[in-house]
């Protein structure tokens, strides 16, 4: 999983290398940048779906950044991923926390969480969590 995110964000900063590149009128956000990602984790998952955004309203409408699933069940639930920029250590801790609390537990068993950290000097990291019980992508 760790490798797929790592060519994903790579193909996002080769396919737009301005992607940083606003001006004093406009200002990069993190949906953006998921938008951006998520497009290229989907070419890495062709046989999933890959949203950004969306409410769970059972869920006190949490949004996760991107997930990668099949739409209409519970039962290939892959990867959740939450996006941050120039994330602090605090963030990206409470992000990890929010995966394990939320996406990993029943009926959602997500399968593997992520946090991304894209920074606007071109450096990036990954964190790969797991959930402690795997449940197979069928």
């Known amino acids: ?5 790592h060519l994903a964000i790579e193909a996002l900063f080769r396919n737009q290398p301005d992607i940083f590149g606003f001006t004093d009128q406009t200002h990069q956000t993190e949906w ?3 938008h951006h990602l ?4 989907q070419s890495l998952f062709p046989d999933l779906q890959c949203d950004v955004e969306l409410i769970k309203p059972n869920y006190e409408n949490r949004r996760p950044d991107i997930i990668v ?11 959740v991923v939450e996006v941050k920029l120039d994330g602090t250590d605090d963030a990206l801790q409470h992000d990890a926390e929010k995966i394990a609390q939320y996406w990993f537990q029943p009926p959602l068993r997500y399968e593997y969480g992520a946090i991304v950290d894209l920074r606007r000097d071109g450096r990036y990291s990954v964190r790969i969590l ?5 449940f197979p992508v069928k």
């Open 1 to 5: 999983m760790e490798k797929q995110l």
């Open 32 to 34: 953006n940048l998921a």
């Open 38 to 41: 998520a497009n290229e984790i």
């Open 130 to 134: 797991r959930a402690a019980v795997s």
């Open 69 to 79: 699933h099949r739409r209409g069940s519970q039962d290939h639930n892959l990867l």
